[in-house]
């Protein structure tokens, strides 16, 4: 090897140019306006700042209860408050944030309140706040073992106990991602790639692909079907039984046609635990079907597969560690902040086939196989830790806290349910299932239509005063409504609150 | 309309089975046990809790330039350290984050450490750290204005200000994902549907698209392509020029020759800042071409493109405001924590029309036009606020200290650049452009292979002793060093002992 001299080549590197050091401060490290210009804050501001929003957060947290479930801006008014310029310079940091939170963060669905029961709430837990600020305070990268190991390793321990809990095999993994969208996106493509063995989708093969689901399934799926460039035609949307569940006969015979049609069935989208009303599909006879058949069985339990956890959702998702692919979101029932979501892969190197890039720049990150480099197992590149909030939830409250609250879930919805049947007027729909209850206001001799438009007008009554908040759904071409009980910090009050407010609503608005 | 008995449907729903009230606490709210079952904590143990978080960050930023630029573990180590079974009980808080900061968050690359210039740094500012931390603990929903409607505002304006700045129209507009992955793969699936004006992706017409970018493309765009379905056939990688762009003649000769062949040429993807060298593809020359051709003009700005708020980055990114669609990373270069990435389209509806779905449980958000719903217009349904960081950034510190924060990486490489300059035996393969500047260690009549095996070397020692991080990449079959000096907390000083630590450890290494 060459041997270049000492003396050219280990001189310190110097820049003559430099202004001569001006004394203990040469580069104006501590001139306030200079740190200004590098977005810099003092120590003591910064923690003063911290402990405000801590203040503010856990003020809002105490007293939840006594806000408004919902509060919702008109676009005018909040045009008028918040659109302005650019601002070119800055504003006291304090004030900034106190109309944050009068007028941003006030103005939303309280996904964390007691009496939010629309949609699915994301019952979140202080835990999971820390979490995410040390996360963003620390800003780890969880994309490349080279520069994100002590993040990967706690995410690949977090995965495991998911799988475990699953009942997924040993070759099975995964990743958090931003929710169930792209959970769902991420294992159809991983499932897609298993199938066609090549990252060639231009094949002729890949247009005669077909995936079967039902009309309860999450609109996710089917969107992400299209961002995967699968065309309408290759989706079979079959009709969903009386309880709600993709019927086997049905979906069998949808197979046989597509088959005999000269199309290539490939993939069955089975729900553990629609949003619609809980409902789960057969997933063991799913599971039986489709090893027959050769197909891949994706389940969307973004909803409902953190039921796991507990005694009574481990016996209704029976089956679930059958599937080939599944999607499931923490920030639903395992209590966690936005956004975590997880897809779990029963041969999890499918995904790293399926999603694996080497580009130049990231030549250093390639050098052990022991280093797992999560980034080559999704969408993202740059990744953030996820998986700490629901590590340190489960570190800190234990497992059998987290199960105790997935429990009181159903508790809370099996308790509405018997609330509702008291009274003549109130036909339940779908019974409490995985926490979910359907109803709907049937006074006897009431017409249909009429009753469909009073539903409208309790949850935009709900919404105007917030005493709690329902949404409403349609089964069987009726609007009903539902309420989704997963937050653990519900009570009976609140449900009894909750359901006199409905009835009183539902009989005034009716009479009127 | 019927008119039921008061009586019966007004009466409040109670249960007769509940246990009798026991004084002030009925239902144990205030128990610790029983808190705990509801994943609760008391309001002073949060507040300690939250300080802690706070002063564990603030000592962490403080002390940043005195820590390595990167610990990483080994995986038998971690695996050691922080595998374990899922716990069944709990444990202390306290302890439970101490443990999480030694053993999992110092074991990263430190990406806002002064001396990080490995890949795309992340240098975050405080108040980013705050607004995370805000979204964290109020859990806003940023997906429709019915529960969303303040975040979703702020949002809208926020995306507003990256419109203007890049010199887009008023029809523009776009959204917040996880970064520049989902960014550029949100804008490539809205392209095609502009171009097939169906969701039909099966149609014959999908696999004759084609799709040019050059081979200094990120490695996000053929994966997103690769996930939206396109075959490997429908990418044409073009050999850079060489000063590492899109060449326009050979662009137009593939795409004359593509028509020829039958083929439908359909996107190019430009480079707004190449993440190898900071390379600015020619984008006003792309920007006629394409409208010439009645092509798509995506532009992979995910890196560089936040310099349009700067007066250097506007002349080098003259033409941005000309592009259909751009990708940009405020978790890069306007100085975010993970994760915030922005896509922006021309014409903001295109997203809507490529993006929305409108199942039946989300019924009642469908109510009003003013009410933007922004889960219609990307992949995901449920969605953060991301936006509220980089709102709190510009309005804290003002759009002028960004501008001098984005400035300083500019003046940071070229300062590098003419430090490395003064030594004969370092070349610069790619001068400072976009605060990257590409160099090896090359003295007179050294072997180029053993100088490629030098350069891994060179990183390997820096990631063991920490001193600074920098990491290397392939130029015209080259390893080379790459510096990206987007951090505005990154001193001169910091540079001269980077460049000296490296000077050291090429001579040594050579000579060893």
Not at 128 to 144: K, R, S
Not at 272 to 285: E, K, M, Q, R, S
Not at 315 to 335: N, Y
């Amino acid at each position: 090897m060459a041997s270049p001299s000492a003396t050219d080549h280990e001189r310190p590197m110097t820049d003559d140019r430099s202004p001569p050091s001006s004394g203990a401060d040469p580069a104006g490290t501590r001139d306030p306006a200079a740190r200004r210009d590098r977005l810099e804050l003092p120590a003591d501001e910064m923690r003063r700042l911290g402990y405000r929003v801590v203040d503010r957060i856990v003020e809002h947290l105490d007293t939840l209860t006594e806000q408004p479930a919902i509060r919702r801006g008109s676009r005018n008014d909040l045009e008028a408050r918040l659109r302005r310029p650019l601002p070119e310079d800055g504003t006291d940091p304090e004030q900034a944030i106190e109309e944050v939170v009068r007028d941003v963060l006030h103005h939303t669905g309280q996904v964390q309140h007691p009496r939010f029961f629309g949609f699915v709430p994301s019952p979140s837990n202080y835990v999971g706040v820390l979490a995410d600020a040390l996360v963003a305070g620390f800003n780890p990268f969880a994309g490349t073992w080279f520069a994100g190991s002590g993040p990967i390793q706690v995410e690949m321990v977090v995965i495991d106990w998911l799988r475990q809990l699953c009942g997924l095999p040993d070759s099975a993994g995964g990743l958090f991602v931003s929710g169930g969208s792209v959970a769902n996106l991420t294992a159809l493509a991983a499932a897609r790639h298993a199938r066609l063995g090549s990252h060639d989708m231009g094949l002729e093969q890949a247009r005669r692909l077909v995936v079967y689901l039902s009309d309860q399934t999450h609109s996710a799926v089917p969107r992400a079907l299209r961002v995967l460039g699968f065309g309408d035609h290759q989706l079979r949307r079959l009709a969903s039984d009386d309880r709600c569940r993709l019927p086997l006969a049905e979906l069998a015979a949808a197979v046989a046609a597509d088959r005999a049609a000269g199309h290539e069935p490939f993939c069955v989208v089975a729900n553990a635990g629609t949003t619609n009303t809980g409902a789960i599909d057969p997933l063991p006879d799913l599971a039986r079907f489709c090893r027959r058949q050769n197909l891949w069985l994706h389940a969307d339990g973004a909803y409902g597969a953190a039921a796991v956890l507990s005694r009574r959702g481990q016996r209704l998702l029976d089956g679930i560690g059958e599937v080939d692919s599944l999607a499931l979101d923490p920030h639903k029932w395992l209590f966690q902040p936005f956004e975590i979501g997880c897809v779990l892969l029963r041969e999890r190197q499918i995904l790293r086939r399926a999603f694996a890039v080497h580009p130049e720049y990231l030549r250093d990150v390639e050098r052990g196989d022991e280093e797992v480099n999560l980034a080559d197992y999704g969408i993202q590149l740059t990744r953030s830790f996820r998986a700490l909030k629901l590590y340190l939830t489960f570190t800190i409250f234990g497992a059998r806290a987290v199960r105790a609250a997935v429990e009181r879930g159903f508790d809370l919805a099996e308790h509405a349910e018997s609330l509702l049947r008291r009274q003549a007027c109130w036909q339940i729909l779908t019974p409490a299932q995985l926490a979910v209850v359907t109803f709907r206001y049937a006074p006897p001799g009431a017409d249909p239509s009429t009753l469909d438009r009073l539903h409208d007008e309790i949850v935009d009554h709900l919404v105007a005063d917030g005493t709690a908040l329902l949404t409403s759904t349609v089964l069987r071409r009726r609007t009903v409504l539902r309420l989704c009980t997963i937050n653990p910090r519900t009570t009976e009050a609140d449900l009894t609150l909750t359901l006199t407010r409905l009835q009183h609503l539902a009989a005034t608005l009716l009479r009127s």
